[in-house]
């Protein structure tokens, strides 16, 4: 089944207020989606970033991203930099997936990673409080949030 | 400081590629801001989910919410439901601060806590995987969402 | 040129303060996406505001639009219900091209039709008063916000 | 009456299909809140468009804008860069009301101004062809926008 047609039901679902929270089908469509996806893109200049990334995406048996060094510090300026990073991404390139890091919300609101689909339509995300309050190193709330990520939609490390 | 000048340095840091993340003045904010919020609003039907907003919010010394019965389910059609709910509440009501749960993004994406200051700027935020994946109670996940989406900027219980 | 490179090269100039207004290469881009679009979407219940859509679509040698029935009375609970409508339809169907006519803004605020590509990026739109303020007929505003849609980007009547 | 309120009952009418479009009420609501903002926000580093707009609100009898040289051009690596210049400015000072003027969508899509609250909401908006479309001179251009967005919701020259 197509993600239109999951969504057009979940909307029938809502508007008839009938909607029990999501299914196993719809979360295996999202697990197969990313399964499938031949070109993951990653918007950063960010080369240590990229491979921690790629590192857990083999460690899921997933396709490895590609580096899109496109202006980014300009999705600061917005509420959800870290999605309009996203969004910038999808617009400058064709791609099927695009994980995406960056600030959650307004200055010291910690930050989020957050995977769309080709559409633009959000697959998953995790946030990661501050450096400031976590005390970790970049890369390992870089490593979490996207190990965080994958699990939570029911993906399994295969190495 | 007010929020907006905060606001302004971070993006000129931003613009000027000089930002190295948050800082502590910032997230202070946040906290001050949470602190100091007199009218809460928490956009539901469902009042066990508001109770236990309460209970956490109580632990953490904060004002107690207060519920906002509009229509909801109409967020479920956008592509960030939370979100779509907390700025609906927004439009709908005057308040300090919106504490909206719902879906992340597409159907079986889990869901999302996310708390908006009066204007609808984010502050903090948590996810959870679907019931599906984290087969743990509503009234669990509820619960550790806010607790994460203080913890995570920095506050602590006081009870 | 793909959309995409269009987008990347518009950004580096507004990044790098160089721009100078859309070119004619740009403008050219959108009628051609226009003419090429094979199945446009038009989500709305209404046969007539299809049909006065349609009339105008053969007028300027453009392929016909489908009809789309989905709730969209939801996208009235958004910011900017018209593009909600668009972007509520474009995550439920899969086309090349969707018309979604709806209120621009507040309540009061008057309608706009918006064309969106398949990925959600704003090709075109119009806007009209509140019919308390035009007095028109809402065919006659339907109408003259399609024609200038097209208009505006430079397409012609070929009958 | 709040604006809250209206669009509680908007939505409300909206959810049960009754809604008959905007009312009398609604646009004499918005036509008070122009006449009644003392802080009113042009985000651009361009006096002479400044200087346009306030010409024009004088005509109107409103009062003058106040330039925010923030920058703007960031907000052109966005889906709707009007709309993103006019929230980057309401998160970077206090107002009632912000007009900002940029891209409609996509380059190529021609010019949109447009007019938001002190929490970020449409109040009205005006779009003009691009340049290469329209040939006229830009101040030409930005003086027929804000006209246009005066009196499409019924606002009328006192000069």
């Given at each position: 089944?197509?993600?239109?047609?999951?969504?057009?039901?979940?909307?029938?679902?809502?508007?008839?207020?009938?909607?029990?929270?999501?299914?196993?089908?719809?979360?295996?469509?999202?697990?197969?989606?990313?399964?499938?996806?031949?070109?993951?893109?990653?918007?950063?200049?960010?080369?240590?970033?990229?491979?921690?990334?790629?590192?857990?995406?083999k460690e899921f048996g997933l396709?490895?991203?590609?580096?899109?060094?496109?202006?980014?510090?300009?999705?600061?300026?917005?509420?959800?930099?870290?999605?309009?990073?996203?969004?910038?991404?999808?617009?400058?390139?064709?791609?099927?997936?695009?994980?995406?890091?960056?600030?959650?919300?307004?200055?010291g609101s910690g930050s989020m990673?957050?995977?769309?689909?080709?559409?633009?339509?959000?697959?998953?995300?995790?946030?990661?409080?501050?450096?400031?309050?976590?005390?970790?190193?970049?890369?390992?709330?870089?490593?979490?949030?996207?190990?965080?990520?994958?699990?939570?939609?029911?993906?399994?490390?295969?190495?």
């Amino acid at each position: 089944m197509k993600l239109e047609k999951i969504i057009k039901n979940a909307c029938e679902e809502s508007i008839s207020e009938s909607r029990t929270g999501d299914t196993e089908d719809e979360i295996n469509f999202i697990q197969n989606y990313l399964k499938s996806a031949r070109k993951i893109i990653v918007p950063s200049k960010n080369a240590v970033k990229l491979n921690i990334i790629n590192n857990v995406l083999k460690e899921f048996g997933l396709q490895e991203a590609e580096q899109l060094c496109i202006n980014t510090s300009a999705a600061d300026l917005n509420r959800l930099p870290a999605l309009s990073k996203a969004i910038m991404a999808l617009d400058q390139c064709e791609c099927d997936l695009i994980i995406s890091r960056g600030r959650l919300g307004v200055p010291g609101s910690g930050s989020m990673l957050v995977m769309i689909d080709k559409k633009g339509r959000i697959l998953t995300a995790a946030t990661s409080p501050s450096h400031v309050v976590h005390k970790k190193e970049v890369k390992d709330a870089v490593r979490g949030e996207i190990v965080h990520a994958l699990e939570r939609i029911g993906l399994k490390r295969i190495k």
